[in-house]
């Protein structure tokens, strides 16, 4: 398995709702990426874990909750988000150093807020 | 100023065209990272190069480590390499995305 699985693939919610966003790899990738894109831009860090820890955060409004509860799982947990965090959220892993290793990229969730 | 600059911004070419996108960098770096990006959202790992030239299929990535560029071209164009192109630059665990080429291949 290669892949970096990310669900659902689209999601639409409202401002009040509850949503986690999920993403799994079995690669025994141990550092772990949530990114968001919105359109025609280049993707934002949001978050890394590395070991199952939290390692970076990039000043992420709390209302992005990551969590990861394994080496092979890693979740966004969102609540009260607004219209302007519609975008494509995507998910990463890699093996080590990304830079002698390189990102697995999952095919992202595309999240609109209404 | 970003810090990964790549050009041109958008690309349109006829099926069976060679094409060049470029990616320049100022900051030092230990590796380059060229993405690829369907309308669907999934990104590809296409070459990690680090110095030297990557060849797979139609696809061709060189890297200029003194001049701070990298080229990637696409031998034989077709509609279906139509996507976006990102280079990213990697120094250690630091990661700068560019802000990618929008190729669009006609038949």
């Known amino acids: 398995d290669t892949e970096v699985t990310q669900t659902p693939k689209h999601l639409v919610m409202g401002m009040t709702n509850k949503k986690s966003l999920k993403c799994e790899q079995h690669m025994g990738h141990r550092a772990m990426y949530w990114y968001k894109q919105k359109a025609k831009k280049p993707p934002e860090l949001m978050f890394v874990?590395?070991?199952?820890?939290?390692?970076i955060n990039e000043s992420v409004p709390s209302r992005f909750s990551p969590e990861c509860p394994n080496s092979s799982l890693l979740n966004l947990h969102l609540h009260a988000l607004q219209p302007e965090d519609s975008a494509l959220y995507l998910c990463?892993?890699?093996?080590?150093?990304?830079?002698?290793?390189?990102?697995?990229f999952g095919s992202g969730t595309r999240l609109t807020v209404v | 100023k970003n810090e990964v600059e790549q050009s041109p911004q958008n690309l349109t070419a006829q099926e069976g065209e060679f094409i060049t996108i470029n990616c320049s960098y100022s900051?030092?770096?230990?590796?380059l990272h060229w993405l690829q990006q369907h309308p669907g959202g999934g990104i590809v790992s296409l070459f990690m190069?680090?110095?030297g030239k990557k060849k797979h299929g139609r696809l061709i990535a060189t890297i200029n480590i003194q001049e701070k560029h990298s080229s990637l071209h696409i031998t034989a164009s077709h509609p279906r390499d139509s996507a976006v192109y990102i280079c990213?630059?990697?120094?250690?665990?630091?990661?700068?995305f560019g802000a990618g080429t929008r190729l669009t291949v006609k038949p």
């Open positions: 990463a892993s890699s093996r080590g150093t990304p830079a002698n290793y390189g990102y697995t």
């Open positions: 190069l680090s110095s």
């Open positions: 900051v030092g770096i230990s590796a």
């Open positions: 990213a630059a990697y120094n250690n665990n630091d990661m700068r």
């Open positions: 874990y590395s070991y199952e820890k939290l390692s």
